[in-house]
Protein backbone atom coordinates (compact mmCIF):
# COMPACT_ATOMS: atom_id res chain seq x y z
CA UNK A 1 0.00 0.00 0.00
CA UNK A 2 1.31 3.34 -0.71
CA UNK A 3 2.31 5.91 1.46
CA UNK A 4 0.26 8.40 -0.16
CA UNK A 5 -3.03 5.88 0.31
CA UNK A 6 -1.87 5.55 4.11
CA UNK A 7 -2.09 9.23 4.49
CA UNK A 8 -5.37 9.86 2.66
CA UNK A 9 -6.70 6.72 5.36
CA UNK A 10 -6.63 9.61 7.72
CA UNK A 11 -7.34 8.09 11.76
CA UNK A 12 -8.33 4.97 12.42
CA UNK A 13 -12.17 4.61 12.49
CA UNK A 14 -13.53 1.27 11.10
CA UNK A 15 -14.91 -0.60 14.03
CA UNK A 16 -16.32 -3.71 12.70
CA UNK A 17 -17.54 -7.05 14.08
CA UNK A 18 -15.32 -9.41 11.65
CA UNK A 19 -12.10 -7.79 13.32
CA UNK A 20 -13.43 -7.54 17.38
CA UNK A 21 -16.66 -9.76 17.80
CA UNK A 22 -17.19 -7.97 20.76
CA UNK A 23 -18.76 -5.08 18.84
CA UNK A 24 -21.59 -7.95 18.22
CA UNK A 25 -22.07 -7.89 22.08
CA UNK A 26 -25.15 -5.91 23.33
CA UNK A 27 -23.86 -3.03 25.31
CA UNK A 28 -25.82 -1.82 28.66
CA UNK A 29 -27.50 1.60 28.45
CA UNK A 30 -28.57 3.72 30.85
CA UNK A 31 -31.77 6.53 29.67
CA UNK A 32 -29.34 9.19 29.40
CA UNK A 33 -26.84 7.52 27.24
CA UNK A 34 -30.47 6.86 24.88
CA UNK A 35 -31.58 9.75 25.02
CA UNK A 36 -27.84 11.66 24.34
CA UNK A 37 -27.86 8.95 21.05
CA UNK A 38 -31.01 9.72 19.64
CA UNK A 39 -30.24 13.97 20.31
CA UNK A 40 -27.27 13.20 17.82
CA UNK A 41 -28.56 10.90 15.60
CA UNK A 42 -31.20 13.45 14.77
CA UNK A 43 -28.30 16.50 14.19
CA UNK A 44 -25.99 18.21 15.83
CA UNK A 45 -26.23 22.65 15.13
CA UNK A 46 -23.57 24.23 12.82
CA UNK A 47 -22.61 26.29 16.24
CA UNK A 48 -19.30 27.19 17.48
CA UNK A 49 -20.81 24.87 20.57
CA UNK A 50 -22.80 21.96 19.11
CA UNK A 51 -22.24 20.01 22.63
CA UNK A 52 -23.82 22.92 24.58
CA UNK A 53 -27.11 22.57 22.22
CA UNK A 54 -27.01 19.07 22.52
CA UNK A 55 -27.40 19.43 26.83
CA UNK A 56 -29.62 22.15 26.03
CA UNK A 57 -31.68 19.79 23.87
CA UNK A 58 -31.94 17.40 26.62
CA UNK A 59 -33.02 19.77 29.37
CA UNK A 60 -35.56 20.47 26.96
CA UNK A 61 -36.76 17.33 26.79
CA UNK A 62 -36.95 16.48 30.63
CA UNK A 63 -38.76 19.90 30.80
CA UNK A 64 -42.30 19.57 31.38
CA UNK A 65 -44.67 21.33 29.19
CA UNK A 66 -46.33 23.75 30.80
CA UNK A 67 -49.45 25.43 29.61
CA UNK A 68 -51.10 28.10 31.78
CA UNK A 69 -50.94 28.51 35.99
CA UNK A 70 -51.05 25.74 38.06
CA UNK A 71 -48.81 23.74 40.81
CA UNK A 72 -46.96 22.88 37.92
CA UNK A 73 -46.50 26.00 35.92
CA UNK A 74 -42.73 26.94 35.25
CA UNK A 75 -41.73 24.32 36.98
CA UNK A 76 -38.49 22.69 34.70
CA UNK A 77 -35.49 20.67 34.66
CA UNK A 78 -33.79 21.75 38.12
CA UNK A 79 -29.56 22.81 38.11
CA UNK A 80 -28.66 19.58 39.60
CA UNK A 81 -31.13 17.66 36.85
CA UNK A 82 -29.41 19.32 34.00
CA UNK A 83 -26.92 17.49 31.71
CA UNK A 84 -23.72 19.83 31.32
CA UNK A 85 -21.86 20.24 27.93
CA UNK A 86 -19.24 18.63 29.78
CA UNK A 87 -20.97 15.50 30.97
CA UNK A 88 -22.45 15.37 26.98
CA UNK A 89 -18.89 14.97 25.94
CA UNK A 90 -17.58 12.59 28.44
CA UNK A 91 -21.10 10.20 27.74
CA UNK A 92 -20.31 10.53 23.93
CA UNK A 93 -16.80 9.39 24.53
CA UNK A 94 -17.73 6.74 26.33
CA UNK A 95 -20.01 5.79 24.02
CA UNK A 96 -17.26 5.95 20.94
CA UNK A 97 -15.05 3.69 23.29
CA UNK A 98 -17.40 1.27 23.74
CA UNK A 99 -18.50 1.09 20.32
CA UNK A 100 -22.01 1.69 20.20
CA UNK A 101 -21.38 5.30 19.13
CA UNK A 102 -19.14 5.01 15.23
CA UNK A 103 -18.97 8.31 14.91
CA UNK A 104 -19.84 11.71 14.98
CA UNK A 105 -18.95 13.47 11.43
CA UNK A 106 -20.85 14.83 8.41
CA UNK A 107 -22.76 12.76 5.97
CA UNK A 108 -21.58 13.95 2.66
CA UNK A 109 -24.29 12.70 -0.68
CA UNK A 110 -22.03 10.61 -2.54
CA UNK A 111 -23.68 11.81 -6.25
CA UNK A 112 -23.41 15.32 -5.64
CA UNK A 113 -19.61 15.19 -4.49
CA UNK A 114 -19.18 13.37 -7.87
CA UNK A 115 -19.08 9.77 -7.22
CA UNK A 116 -20.92 7.11 -8.55
CA UNK A 117 -21.68 3.08 -6.94
CA UNK A 118 -23.85 -0.08 -6.82
CA UNK A 119 -24.80 -2.95 -4.84
CA UNK A 120 -23.04 -5.98 -5.28
CA UNK A 121 -24.39 -9.86 -4.64
CA UNK A 122 -22.33 -12.70 -4.61
CA UNK A 123 -22.53 -16.31 -4.61
CA UNK A 124 -19.29 -17.75 -2.90
CA UNK A 125 -18.37 -21.11 -1.77
CA UNK A 126 -18.34 -21.31 1.47
CA UNK A 127 -15.02 -22.68 1.84
CA UNK A 128 -13.77 -19.36 -0.18
CA UNK A 129 -16.15 -16.82 2.02
CA UNK A 130 -14.18 -15.45 4.31
CA UNK A 131 -11.06 -14.92 1.78
CA UNK A 132 -13.13 -13.24 -0.92
CA UNK A 133 -14.68 -11.06 1.60
CA UNK A 134 -11.27 -9.77 2.70
CA UNK A 135 -10.41 -8.82 -0.68
CA UNK A 136 -13.53 -7.00 -1.11
CA UNK A 137 -13.03 -5.23 2.14
CA UNK A 138 -9.06 -4.38 1.05
CA UNK A 139 -11.06 -1.97 -1.62
CA UNK A 140 -11.26 1.50 -0.14
CA UNK A 141 -14.61 2.33 -1.86
CA UNK A 142 -16.46 -0.33 -0.25
CA UNK A 143 -17.93 0.59 2.36
CA UNK A 144 -20.08 -2.07 3.71
CA UNK A 145 -19.60 -5.81 3.23
CA UNK A 146 -22.11 -8.76 4.80
CA UNK A 147 -22.43 -12.04 4.88
CA UNK A 148 -26.39 -12.61 4.08
CA UNK A 149 -28.44 -15.85 4.39
CA UNK A 150 -29.09 -16.49 0.30
CA UNK A 151 -27.95 -18.07 -1.68
CA UNK A 152 -26.18 -14.72 -2.82
CA UNK A 153 -24.06 -14.67 0.49
CA UNK A 154 -21.57 -12.02 0.11
CA UNK A 155 -23.37 -8.49 -0.45
CA UNK A 156 -21.09 -5.00 -0.56
CA UNK A 157 -21.94 -1.90 -1.15
CA UNK A 158 -19.23 0.23 -3.68
CA UNK A 159 -18.29 3.61 -4.59
CA UNK A 160 -15.80 5.34 -6.92
CA UNK A 161 -14.99 8.71 -8.52
CA UNK A 162 -15.67 7.34 -11.68
CA UNK A 163 -18.24 4.59 -13.75
CA UNK A 164 -15.33 2.75 -15.23
CA UNK A 165 -13.55 2.59 -11.64
CA UNK A 166 -17.14 1.04 -10.37
CA UNK A 167 -17.45 -1.36 -13.54
CA UNK A 168 -13.35 -2.83 -13.50
CA UNK A 169 -13.54 -3.43 -9.93
CA UNK A 170 -16.44 -5.14 -9.79
CA UNK A 171 -14.66 -7.44 -12.42
CA UNK A 172 -11.90 -7.88 -10.58
CA UNK A 173 -13.67 -9.24 -7.37
CA UNK A 174 -15.83 -11.37 -9.41
CA UNK A 175 -12.35 -13.59 -11.14
CA UNK A 176 -11.83 -14.46 -7.44
CA UNK A 177 -11.00 -17.72 -6.59
CA UNK A 178 -14.93 -19.34 -4.96
CA UNK A 179 -16.81 -16.43 -6.66
CA UNK A 180 -19.14 -18.55 -8.75
CA UNK A 181 -21.73 -15.80 -9.76
CA UNK A 182 -21.76 -12.04 -9.26
CA UNK A 183 -24.34 -9.85 -10.04
CA UNK A 184 -24.47 -6.08 -10.15
CA UNK A 185 -27.82 -4.24 -8.94
CA UNK A 186 -27.54 0.19 -9.60
CA UNK A 187 -29.41 2.26 -8.11
CA UNK A 188 -31.99 3.73 -10.57
CA UNK A 189 -33.78 5.86 -7.72
CA UNK A 190 -33.87 6.71 -4.33
CA UNK A 191 -36.66 7.02 -1.65
CA UNK A 192 -35.30 7.06 1.81
CA UNK A 193 -32.11 7.28 3.11
CA UNK A 194 -32.32 7.78 7.20
CA UNK A 195 -30.06 6.07 9.49
CA UNK A 196 -31.40 6.56 13.06
CA UNK A 197 -32.35 4.30 15.39
CA UNK A 198 -34.79 5.37 18.28
CA UNK A 199 -33.48 4.15 21.22
CA UNK A 200 -34.70 5.98 24.19
CA UNK A 201 -38.23 4.71 25.88
CA UNK A 202 -39.22 8.68 26.42
CA UNK A 203 -42.63 9.73 24.03
CA UNK A 204 -41.86 13.46 23.80
CA UNK A 205 -37.93 12.98 22.69
CA UNK A 206 -38.44 14.79 19.90
CA UNK A 207 -36.47 17.46 20.06
CA UNK A 208 -32.84 18.03 17.96
CA UNK A 209 -30.49 20.34 19.12
CA UNK A 210 -30.55 21.19 14.91
CA UNK A 211 -34.01 22.46 15.10
CA UNK A 212 -32.58 25.57 16.69
CA UNK A 213 -29.74 26.33 14.86
CA UNK A 214 -28.46 25.21 11.39
CA UNK A 215 -30.50 22.39 10.48
CA UNK A 216 -29.76 19.91 7.82
CA UNK A 217 -32.55 19.06 6.04
CA UNK A 218 -34.31 15.71 6.10
CA UNK A 219 -34.50 13.20 3.26
CA UNK A 220 -32.85 12.87 -0.05
CA UNK A 221 -31.99 16.00 -1.49
CA UNK A 222 -34.18 17.56 -4.15
CA UNK A 223 -33.65 17.75 -7.89
CA UNK A 224 -33.38 21.67 -7.64
CA UNK A 225 -30.79 21.22 -4.74
CA UNK A 226 -28.92 18.57 -7.15
CA UNK A 227 -28.61 20.70 -9.94
CA UNK A 228 -26.71 23.80 -8.28
CA UNK A 229 -24.22 21.10 -7.41
CA UNK A 230 -22.47 21.20 -11.13
CA UNK A 231 -19.40 19.64 -11.61
CA UNK A 232 -19.05 18.93 -8.18
CA UNK A 233 -16.64 20.47 -5.67
CA UNK A 234 -13.55 23.03 -6.56
CA UNK A 235 -10.24 21.14 -4.82
CA UNK A 236 -10.33 23.67 -1.78
CA UNK A 237 -13.90 22.25 -1.12
CA UNK A 238 -12.13 18.66 -1.70
CA UNK A 239 -9.62 19.48 0.46
CA UNK A 240 -11.82 20.53 3.26
CA UNK A 241 -13.94 17.67 3.10
CA UNK A 242 -11.06 15.55 3.18
CA UNK A 243 -10.41 16.76 6.95
CA UNK A 244 -13.49 16.45 7.84
CA UNK A 245 -14.77 13.15 6.93
CA UNK A 246 -12.16 12.25 9.43
CA UNK A 247 -15.12 13.30 12.04
CA UNK A 248 -15.83 15.76 14.30
CA UNK A 249 -13.55 16.01 17.99
CA UNK A 250 -15.49 15.42 20.81
CA UNK A 251 -14.35 18.89 22.16
CA UNK A 252 -16.32 21.52 23.09
CA UNK A 253 -15.25 24.06 20.05
CA UNK A 254 -15.46 21.46 17.50
CA UNK A 255 -14.91 23.71 14.91
CA UNK A 256 -12.08 25.08 16.20
CA UNK A 257 -10.03 22.33 16.27
CA UNK A 258 -11.06 21.06 12.42
CA UNK A 259 -10.14 24.71 11.25
CA UNK A 260 -6.32 23.99 12.22
CA UNK A 261 -6.31 20.42 10.62
CA UNK A 262 -7.68 22.19 7.56
CA UNK A 263 -4.34 25.04 8.21
CA UNK A 264 -2.31 22.04 8.53
CA UNK A 265 -3.92 20.41 5.52
CA UNK A 266 -2.85 24.01 3.43
CA UNK A 267 -6.24 25.62 3.71
CA UNK A 268 -6.40 28.75 5.45
CA UNK A 269 -9.97 28.84 7.38
CA UNK A 270 -10.87 30.06 10.67
CA UNK A 271 -13.68 28.45 12.79
CA UNK A 272 -16.60 30.82 11.46
CA UNK A 273 -15.85 30.47 7.75
CA UNK A 274 -15.53 26.73 8.41
CA UNK A 275 -19.47 26.96 9.98
CA UNK A 276 -20.31 28.77 6.49
CA UNK A 277 -18.72 26.60 4.05
CA UNK A 278 -20.68 24.07 6.07
CA UNK A 279 -24.11 25.71 5.37
CA UNK A 280 -22.68 26.31 2.13
CA UNK A 281 -22.23 22.43 1.32
CA UNK A 282 -25.78 21.84 2.87
CA UNK A 283 -27.45 24.75 0.42
CA UNK A 284 -25.36 23.07 -2.82
CA UNK A 285 -26.08 19.43 -1.46
CA UNK A 286 -22.67 18.35 -0.47
CA UNK A 287 -24.08 17.72 2.95
CA UNK A 288 -26.48 15.25 3.84
CA UNK A 289 -26.56 15.88 7.44
CA UNK A 290 -24.40 16.04 10.61
CA UNK A 291 -24.60 14.23 13.20
CA UNK A 292 -23.92 10.70 15.08
CA UNK A 293 -23.99 7.03 13.77
CA UNK A 294 -24.61 4.29 16.33
CA UNK A 295 -23.25 0.63 15.87
CA UNK A 296 -27.17 -0.52 16.14
CA UNK A 297 -26.66 -4.34 17.22
CA UNK A 298 -24.76 -3.08 20.26
CA UNK A 299 -27.44 -0.79 21.05
CA UNK A 300 -30.33 -3.92 20.75
CA UNK A 301 -31.21 -3.37 17.47
CA UNK A 302 -30.60 -6.78 16.12
CA UNK A 303 -32.67 -7.87 13.72
CA UNK A 304 -31.91 -5.95 10.07
CA UNK A 305 -32.72 -7.60 7.38
CA UNK A 306 -32.30 -6.47 3.41
CA UNK A 307 -36.12 -7.22 1.58
CA UNK A 308 -36.06 -7.38 -1.91
CA UNK A 309 -38.75 -6.92 -3.68
CA UNK A 310 -40.73 -8.08 -7.17
CA UNK A 311 -43.02 -5.38 -7.73
CA UNK A 312 -44.45 -4.04 -11.36
CA UNK A 313 -42.52 -1.45 -12.79
CA UNK A 314 -45.65 0.99 -13.72
CA UNK A 315 -45.97 0.94 -9.86
CA UNK A 316 -42.52 0.93 -8.26
CA UNK A 317 -42.39 4.84 -7.39
CA UNK A 318 -45.89 4.87 -5.52
CA UNK A 319 -44.40 1.93 -3.62
CA UNK A 320 -40.82 2.69 -2.92
CA UNK A 321 -43.05 6.51 -1.61
CA UNK A 322 -45.13 3.65 0.09
CA UNK A 323 -42.20 1.68 1.73
CA UNK A 324 -40.17 4.31 2.81
CA UNK A 325 -42.47 5.98 5.11
CA UNK A 326 -42.27 3.19 7.31
CA UNK A 327 -40.09 3.98 10.49
CA UNK A 328 -38.39 0.88 10.83
CA UNK A 329 -37.02 1.40 7.12
CA UNK A 330 -33.36 3.27 6.83
CA UNK A 331 -32.95 3.15 3.06
CA UNK A 332 -35.11 2.43 0.39
CA UNK A 333 -33.98 2.20 -3.54
CA UNK A 334 -35.11 1.39 -6.86
CA UNK A 335 -32.24 -0.36 -8.73
CA UNK A 336 -32.03 -2.21 -11.98
CA UNK A 337 -32.61 -6.14 -11.79
CA UNK A 338 -30.31 -8.98 -12.71
CA UNK A 339 -30.71 -11.74 -15.36
CA UNK A 340 -32.10 -14.55 -12.83
CA UNK A 341 -32.65 -12.19 -10.02
CA UNK A 342 -35.60 -9.76 -10.34
CA UNK A 343 -36.04 -7.95 -7.50
CA UNK A 344 -36.45 -3.88 -7.80
CA UNK A 345 -37.18 -2.43 -4.64
CA UNK A 346 -35.14 -2.32 -2.03
CA UNK A 347 -35.09 -1.63 1.75
CA UNK A 348 -33.25 -1.95 5.40
CA UNK A 349 -35.67 -3.03 7.92
CA UNK A 350 -34.43 -3.21 11.40
CA UNK A 351 -36.01 -3.64 14.87
CA UNK A 352 -34.93 -5.29 18.03
CA UNK A 353 -35.34 -8.99 17.17
CA UNK A 354 -35.37 -11.34 13.96
CA UNK A 355 -39.00 -12.20 14.39
CA UNK A 356 -40.13 -8.43 15.06
CA UNK A 357 -38.27 -7.40 11.87
CA UNK A 358 -39.88 -10.23 10.26
CA UNK A 359 -43.28 -8.59 11.69
CA UNK A 360 -42.46 -5.52 10.25
CA UNK A 361 -41.20 -6.86 7.18
CA UNK A 362 -45.08 -8.44 6.75
CA UNK A 363 -46.81 -5.42 7.52
CA UNK A 364 -44.64 -3.37 4.94
CA UNK A 365 -45.96 -6.15 2.44
CA UNK A 366 -49.44 -6.17 3.22
CA UNK A 367 -49.65 -2.39 3.12
CA UNK A 368 -47.95 -2.36 -0.49
CA UNK A 369 -49.87 -5.57 -1.98
CA UNK A 370 -48.50 -8.52 -1.31
CA UNK A 371 -45.39 -9.00 -3.61
CA UNK A 372 -43.18 -11.52 -4.17
CA UNK A 373 -40.10 -10.68 -1.73
CA UNK A 374 -37.01 -12.12 -0.19
CA UNK A 375 -35.81 -11.06 3.79
CA UNK A 376 -31.89 -11.57 3.26
CA UNK A 377 -30.73 -11.45 7.00
CA UNK A 378 -26.71 -10.63 7.88
CA UNK A 379 -24.97 -13.00 9.50
CA UNK A 380 -22.05 -11.24 9.32
CA UNK A 381 -20.31 -7.79 9.35
CA UNK A 382 -17.20 -7.57 7.79
CA UNK A 383 -16.77 -4.50 6.72
CA UNK A 384 -18.57 -0.94 7.71
CA UNK A 385 -17.07 2.02 7.47
CA UNK A 386 -17.15 5.24 5.64
CA UNK A 387 -16.46 6.56 2.21
CA UNK A 388 -13.24 8.22 2.00
CA UNK A 389 -13.67 10.85 -0.62
CA UNK A 390 -11.03 12.65 -2.78
CA UNK A 391 -8.04 10.56 -1.60
CA UNK A 392 -7.17 9.67 -5.27
CA UNK A 393 -6.66 13.55 -5.49
CA UNK A 394 -3.82 12.96 -3.30
CA UNK A 395 -1.82 10.04 -5.05
CA UNK A 396 0.80 10.36 -7.31
CA UNK A 397 0.59 7.00 -9.38
CA UNK A 398 -1.81 8.13 -11.80
CA UNK A 399 -4.20 5.87 -11.36
CA UNK A 400 -7.36 7.83 -10.67
CA UNK A 401 -10.20 5.61 -8.80
CA UNK A 402 -10.42 5.04 -5.16
CA UNK A 403 -12.65 1.78 -5.91
CA UNK A 404 -9.59 0.69 -7.65
CA UNK A 405 -7.03 0.72 -4.72
CA UNK A 406 -6.63 -1.76 -2.40
CA UNK A 407 -7.09 -0.59 1.34
CA UNK A 408 -7.48 -2.38 4.52
CA UNK A 409 -19.04 4.31 7.19
CA UNK A 410 -24.31 5.87 4.90
CA UNK A 411 -23.82 3.33 1.79
CA UNK A 412 -25.97 4.39 -1.18
CA UNK A 413 -24.57 2.56 -4.08
Not at 63 to 83: K, L
Not at 288 to 312: E, F, K, S, T, Y
Request: neutral net charge; hydrophobic residues 35%.
Amino acid sequence: MSDKLKECGGPATRRDSATRPELNELHELDELDRALLDCVQRGIPLTRRPYAAVAQADASRRSPATTGPGPGAGAGTSASDAVSEAEVLVRLRALLEAGVLRRIGPVFDSRALGYTGTLCGARVRSDALEAVAEVVGSYPGVTHSYEREDEFNLWFTLLSATREAVTATVREIARQEGVERLIELPIERQFKIEVRFRLSADPSDTASPADSASPVPKGPANPARAASVGSGPESRDRAIIRVLQDGFPLEARPFEVLAERCRVAGVAIGAEELIAELERYRVVGYLRRLGGAVAHRRAGIRGNGMVVWQVPEQQIDELGAAVAEFPEVTHCYRRRPAEGWPYNLYAMVHAPTRSSCLERVSAIDTAIGRYPHRVLFSRREFKKTSMRYFCEDRRSDGRASAGTYPHKEDADG
